[in-house]
C-alpha cells in the first residue's frame, strides 16, 4: 500500500512565491527524506529528517514533521523557474533488519517565470 | 559526493527479448542496491533490495523470474528483464547504500525501457 501521499498533486506559482507540499503517512518511521525529480531524470536527495526532529532547514527549503499526525511538509521559499519539478517524500521505515524507502505519490511543481 | 551510474540511459527492444540494464556505485562501495520501476507521472515502487553475495529480496508482485537481479560486486547491481513484453516499457531507477541499514541511498539517473 502507498506510505506515503502527497498534495497537491499539482501546484503552478510565479516566480518568487513560496511553494507548499504535504506528505501524510501511515506507519511509524526512523526518517522522512524529500527528493527531486526533474522529467524523466533521477532523483536528487534535498533533504532528511529524523523522527526525533520536528523542523529543518537548507537552504531555502524548510522541512517540518509532525510525528502525531504522521505528516510532513516542504517549503521552497522565494521560488525559482528551474525549482520546476516533481517533488516526492519517502520514509524511512524497519522491516526486520532492512531499511527501505517507500515514496509518496509526488507533487508536480510548475514555477512560471 | 556518492555517484551512481546507469547503463543504459536507455533502450529499445524487441517483444520477447531480455535487456540487461546496470547500475555502479562510481565512488563508493555499495553493500545494499535497490531497483525501483516509475510508470509515467507516477511514483516510485520499490522491486527488490539485493545485498552483495545475497540472492536479492523482491516485493510482493514482482516476478523474480522475470526481473533477474545480480549483485556480485560491491559496486554492480545488474537487472536483467527477461523476454520484456510492452508492459515493461518503464523507467528503472536503481539506488545504493553503503551499509544494510544505511539511512541514504544514492539514486542513479534511471534508464528509460520502451519495449515494441
Known amino acids: 500500500s502507498q506510505q506515503g501521499e502527497e498534495d497537491p498533486q499539482a501546484l503552478s506559482i510565479q516566480e518568487g512565491e513560496n511553494a507548499t507540499m504535504n506528505c501524510s503517512y501511515k506507519?511509524?518511521?526512523?526518517?522522512l527524506q524529500w527528493y527531486r525529480q526533474n522529467s524523466g531524470r533521477g532523483l536528487v536527495h534535498l533533504i532528511l529528517i529524523r523522527s526525533n526532529e520536528r523542523e529543518k532547514h537548507s537552504g531555502r527549503l524548510r522541512v517540518t514533521l509532525d510525528t502525531s499526525k504522521k505528516s510532513s511538509s516542504l517549503l521552497i521559499t522565494a521560488s525559482r523557474a528551474a525549482d520546476t519539478a516533481s517533488y516526492f517524500c519517502a520514509t524511512d521505515a524497519p522491516r526486520g533488519s532492512a531499511r527501505q524507502l517507500t515514496f509518496g505519490s509526488g507533487t508536480q511543481l510548475t514555477v512560471l517565470p | 559526493g556518492a555517484v551512481v551510474s546507469q547503463h543504459p540511459s536507455w533502450v529499445i527492444c524487441k517483444s520477447g527479448t531480455s535487456v540487461k540494464i546496470e547500475c555502479r556505485s562510481l565512488?563508493?562501495?555499495?553493500?545494499?542496491m535497490f531497483w525501483y520501476r516509475q510508470f509515467p507521472k507516477q511514483s516510485l515502487m520499490l522491486m527488490a533490495t539485493?545485498?552483495?553475495?545475497?540472492?536479492?529480496?523482491?516485493e510482493q508482485g514482482v516476478e523474480k523470474d522475470k526481473f533477474l537481479i545480480n549483485h556480485a560486486s560491491l559496486t554492480l547491481s545488474t537487472l536483467t528483464v527477461t523476454s520484456a513484453h510492452p508492459e515493461d516499457s518503464s523507467f528503472y531507477i536503481c539506488?545504493?547504500?553503503?551499509?544494510?541499514?544505511?539511512?541514504?541511498?544514492?539514486f542513479g539517473p534511471g534508464t528509460r525501457l520502451t519495449v515494441l
Open positions: 565512488d563508493f562501495q555499495a553493500t545494499t
Open positions: 539485493s545485498n552483495e553475495g545475497s540472492k536479492a529480496t523482491y
Open positions: 506507519t511509524s518511521i526512523n526518517n
Open positions: 539506488s545504493a547504500g553503503r551499509y544494510i541499514g544505511a539511512d541514504t541511498q544514492y
